[in-house]
Each structure stands twice: as C-alpha cells, then as structure tokens.
C-alpha cells in the first residue's frame, strides 16, 4: 500500500506562515492526483487542497482559498502546501494521500499527518 510522509506541520500565531511536505515512501508519485486533507479535534476529515498528476488542475477548499497553495515537485517526489495569513481555526492535523481523481476516494494508507496549531 502507498504511503506518505507528512512534516512541516508546527506552532505559529495568527496570521503566520507554515509549508508542509508530503514525501512518497517507495513509490513515485509523478502520474497521481495527490490531495491534502486535514481532521481537527472533535470533527471528520476534510479536503484541503488537491492537484492533479501534471500539476496543471489545482482545487482548493473554499476557507482556505487565497490563502493556501499547493505545488508538487515530481524530481524530489514531493507535494507540498505553503499556508499563509492561518486562521485558529486551521489547527488541524493534516494529512495527505493519493487519489484516483481530485474530489474522489483515497487509495493510499493514512500516514501519521503533521500537526498544525494556530494561537496567540
């Protein structure tokens, strides 16, 4: 099974800036749509953010529209999620995984994720 390995993830004050990673571990993820998701305490899981294989189709969750970007770099099999101006309420652990398209199931492992807290 594909897995993933989330990092980046930290403590900053609202308003600031955090970019995570997501590393394929054994596989190449250059021909997947590959997604971020994210699961605050107390809630289910939730889309993020996805790009597609070529990195030309990216979707973002509306609360977090203009504010987060993904970007994938197939040489160093790597995605990525530079989030800016964060919000307390983007406190989440988040995750990131492969999908058969954007917007549909996962079919990786859930890897460990990277936690996120935003406070003052």
């Known amino acids: 099974q594909l897995h993933f390995v989330e990092s980046g993830g930290g403590f900053v004050q609202p308003g600031g800036s955090l970019k995570l990673s997501c590393a394929a571990s054994?596989?190449?993820?250059?021909?997947?749509?590959i997604a971020w998701f994210r699961q605050a305490p107390g809630k289910e899981r939730e889309g993020v953010s996805c790009?597609?294989?070529?990195?030309?189709?990216?979707i973002y969750e509306d609360s977090v529209k203009g504010r987060f970007t993904i970007s994938r770099d197939n040489a160093k099999n790597t995605v990525y999620l530079q989030m800016n101006s964060l919000k307390p309420e983007d406190t989440a652990v988040y995750y990131c995984?492969?999908?058969?398209?954007?917007?549909?199931?996962?079919?990786?492992?859930w890897g460990q994720g990277t936690q996120v807290t935003v406070s003052s």
């Open positions: 054994g596989f190449t993820l250059s021909y997947r749509n």
């Open positions: 995984a492969a999908l058969a398209r954007c917007g549909g199931a996962s079919y990786s492992a």
């Open positions: 790009i597609t294989a070529g990195g030309g189709n990216k």
